[in-house]
């Protein structure tokens, strides 16, 4: 095993190690963990474009993006129950008023972390709920990604000819992307059989149908994450997890499908 393996094999483990028991437990920890994994995602965000993290608007929108993810009406009772995100809508307006306060920064430039904290506060927010609802909730978003991931590498290295997007992502395929749909549908199928809940509140057949769908939004996910790491001309989001990039690099499928998720009615 080379050096190179031998770190990610290690460093997946580790990370695996720190984040099950803590999904599995759920609740205030594990609240608490998404929520620093949403900063550590905004703040990859924001050095891909050159910003300080510790500037007024790199903390306002770190905190936008918290505040986003966290159910904060289970915390302060007197909040409304969509607390987070009046308090995010707050925090958004304070960004937009920096274009008041400090000299040269003009709407343009806070548009940047305003979309930044909400591409990463509403992913992480839904991946929470999905937790609230229940383990099995969260493990089929994870395991529809996984094996769709796995599906379109596997197919695409094998039978891969038509590129999916030459311009953001040259390795991925048409036929890996139909691989990994496939895949999707599959490991659907066969959760569902181990763990009959995790239907509801629609029947089998509508699983597998939406697994289509998770599978396409996962890929679109990473394509999109792609993209902005083209435009800046980055290889990885980050270094959060040695040997395998920063926080986006794993979590970009799941920002995407676990709203979806949550919009179609899955908790």
Not at 39 to 57: D, K, P, Q, V, Y
Not at 171 to 179: F, H, I, P
Not at 235 to 260: A, E, Q
Request: proline residues 4%.
């Amino acid at each position: 095993m080379d050096n190179d393996l031998r770190t990610r094999t290690l460093s997946a483990g580790v990370a695996l190690a720190l984040f099950l028991p803590l999904l599995w437990f759920g609740g205030v920890p594990f609240q608490l963990l998404i929520g620093l994994l949403a900063m550590f995602a905004t703040h990859e965000l924001l050095s891909m474009r050159g910003l300080e993290t510790f500037s007024i608007e790199g903390v306002l929108a770190m905190l936008a993006s918290l505040v986003y993810t966290l159910p904060l009406e289970t915390y302060l009772p007197f909040l409304p129950v969509d607390g987070n995100v009046i308090a995010y809508g707050l925090l958004v307006l304070l960004l937009l008023g920096t274009t008041v306060f400090v000299p040269n920064y003009s709407f343009e430039d806070a548009v940047y972390p305003i979309a930044t904290s909400f591409y990463v506060g509403l992913g992480f927010n839904s991946l929470i709920d999905a937790r609230i609802a229940g383990f099995d909730k969260v493990l089929l978003a994870l395991f529809v990604v996984w094996a769709s991931d796995s599906g379109a590498y596997l197919v695409g290295r094998k039978f891969g000819k038509k590129k999916l997007a030459p311009l953001v992502s040259p390795n991925k395929t048409v036929e890996g992307a139909l691989g990994g749909i496939v895949s999707a549908v599959v490991v659907s199928f066969v959760f569902a059989l181990l763990d009959s809940s995790v239907i509801r509140p629609y029947n089998l057949l509508a699983l597998l149908l939406f697994s289509v769908f998770f599978s396409i939004a996962g890929q679109f996910g990473d394509l999109v994450e792609s993209a902005m790491k083209r435009h800046f001309g980055v290889k990885d989001s980050g270094k959060f997890i040695p040997g395998h990039g920063g926080v986006l690099d794993r979590f970009d499928s799941l920002l995407f499908v676990f709203p979806l998720m949550h919009f179609l009615g899955f908790f």
